[in-house]
């Protein structure tokens, strides 16, 4: 299995991005998705995750800027990342929840984005 995340890069301050995050290889299922991030010398922090009937949750900093979603056909999720902040700046990584696929807890490679001030 793995989980293929794309669309991260350089944006101005008050700009959007959209990334995509899709998981191949024999899946058989999928619970929730989500969206992690790590910006230089801190933790990596829960964005945001989707459960497969389209339940949300945010952290509280991303609520109203972002939004996931997530197309159960091609085992993909999304996130629409608006009025992007320079400290939005981190790499993105894509999780899911496989829970007949051990180790049952995948990461994407993550992809960077990069807010400019």
């Known amino acids: 299995v793995q989980l293929q995340a794309s669309g991260g890069g350089l944006v101005q301050a008050g700009g959007s991005l959209r990334l995509s995050c899709a998981a191949s290889?024999?899946?058989?299922?999928?619970?929730?998705m989500g969206w992690y991030r790590q910006a230089p010398g801190k933790q990596r922090e829960l964005v945001g995750s989707?459960?497969?009937?389209?339940?949300?949750n945010y952290a509280d900093s991303m609520k109203g800027r972002f939004t996931i979603s997530r197309d159960n056909a091609k085992n993909t999720v999304y996130l629409q990342m608006n009025s992007l902040k320079p400290e939005d700046t981190a790499v993105y990584y894509c999780?899911?929840?496989?829970?007949?696929?051990?180790?049952?807890?995948?990461w994407g490679q993550g992809t960077q984005v990069t807010v400019s001030s």
């Open positions: 989707i459960t497969t009937g389209g339940t949300t």
């Open positions: 290889g024999s899946i058989f299922s999928i619970n929730t």
């Open positions: 999780n899911a929840d496989l829970p007949r696929v051990w180790p049952y807890d995948f």
